[in-house]
Nanobody, 125 residues
């Protein structure tokens, strides 16, 4: 099991930027990917971006492609979500999550085992 702590959320105006951080503690070597999800009120969590921890390959959802970037700093056990050109539609609770094991998918929220508490992002028009 790993523990994840998000930070960096806040309130920005449309067009602004935020960088979210996810610090991972525990046995990170047993995780295959770290993902960022967001959840709108009354909706299920949706995957925003994901990084395979060893290969460093990434995925970014079409809805945020070109605006959001996921990266990791292995020495700090931290995964970042850089969010630029924010829109009011991006306002949500953002979570990071880890999928354990060396095999398996990293697509849906059920593929991930450990979750942080979330960080709120608010975007005003």
């Amino acid at each position: 099991q790993v523990q994840l702590v998000e930070s960096g959320g806040g309130s920005v105006q449309a067009g602004g930027s935020l960088r979210l951080s996810c610090v991972v503690s525990g046995n990170i070597d047993r995780t295959r990917c770290i993902g960022w999800f967001r959840q709108f009120p009354g909706k299920e969590r949706e995957r925003v971006a994901m990084i395979y921890r060893l290969a460093d390959s990434t995925f970014v959802a079409d809805s945020v492609k070109g605006r959001f970037t996921i990266s990791q700093e292995k020495a700090k056990k931290t995964v970042y979500l850089q969010m630029n050109s924010l829109k009011p539609d991006d306002a949500a609770m953002y979570y990071c999550a880890a999928a354990r094991g060396t095999g398996g998918p990293c697509y849906r929220s059920i593929d991930f085992d450990d979750w942080g508490q979330g960080t709120q992002v608010t975007v005003s028009s």
